[in-house]
T-cell receptor, first 112, second 113 residues
Framework: DAKTTQPTSMDCAEGRAANLPCNHSTISGNEYVYWYRQIHSQGPQYIIH???NNETNEMASLIITEDRKSSTLILPHATLRDTAVYYC?????????????FGQGTTLQVKP | NAGVTQTPKFRVLKTGQSMTLLCAQDMNHEYMYWYRQDPGMGLRLIHYSVGEGTTAKGEVPDGYNVSRLKKQNFLLGLESAAPSQTSVYFCASSYSGGHPGYTFGSGTRLTVV
């Protein structure tokens, strides 16, 4: 699985867009980018995933650069409840083991 | 539809005691996983299962055993608890291959004194 690099922490004003970057320069052609978040000691929550194209769902948007070496998770209108640790994970879509390896993630603090 | 249910939610053990953590999922998922999370750290994979009757080691398997006798249940056992096993334990499940996403339980907070 490709290694990812995320900033340790970020702040965002409530109501503004939160843009969380992730670098994955060694990503392979068959590897997806997955995003999860963990709100204060709860179990992590799946947010979104993508391979090449930009993706959007009810929670967030995922922008993947054309060379696929980096991506950005966008929370369009951050609320205080979006304060969490966000994990960017890169791996093949359907692996034999299905394992997810979590890094340290980005702690997003949404401020009033 | 409960998703992934972990029992118990909290437990205090004395060093040397044994216990079993239960994870149950009602989504007919093939794959199940046990993670631990220590303060200020990310999640680390202990053991996982790719189907009923199968188990495999993850990153930090020492001191733990698992069983997957039924598709919907994944048990994590501590035979002789140590203070180093004080942690929050999360169970998760997914469809085959772990795609597109996992569903996690709410965690078990274990303290070994």
């Amino acid at each position: 699985d490709a290694k990812t690099t995320q900033p340790t922490s970020m702040d965002c004003a409530e109501g503004r867009a939160a843009n969380l970057p992730c670098n994955h320069s060694t990503i392979s052609g068959n590897e997806y980018v997955y995003w999860y978040r963990q709100i204060h000691s709860q179990g992590p929550q799946y947010i979104i995933h993508g391979l090449k194209n930009n993706e959007t769902n009810e929670m967030a948007s995922l922008i993947i650069t054309e060379d696929r070496k980096s991506s950005t998770l966008i929370l369009p209108h951050a609320t205080l409840r979006d304060t969490a640790v966000y994990y960017c994970i890169v791996r093949v879509g359907r692996s034999n083991t299905g394992k997810l390896i979590f890094g340290q993630g980005t702690t997003l603090q949404v401020k009033p | 539809n409960a998703g992934v249910t972990q029992t118990p939610k909290f437990r205090v053990l004395k060093t040397g005691q044994s216990m079993t953590l239960l994870c149950a999922q009602d989504m007919n998922h093939e794959y199940m996983y046990w993670y631990r999370q220590d303060p200020g750290m990310g999640l680390r994979l202990i053991h996982y299962s790719v189907g009923e009757g199968t188990t495999a080691k993850g990153e930090v398997p020492d001191g733990y055993n698992v069983s997957r006798l039924k598709k919907q249940n994944f048990l994590l056992g501590l035979e002789s608890a140590a203070p180093s096993q004080t942690s929050v334990y999360f169970c998760a499940s997914s469809y085959s291959g772990g795609h597109p996403g996992y569903t996690f339980g709410s965690g078990t907070r274990l303290t070994v004194v």
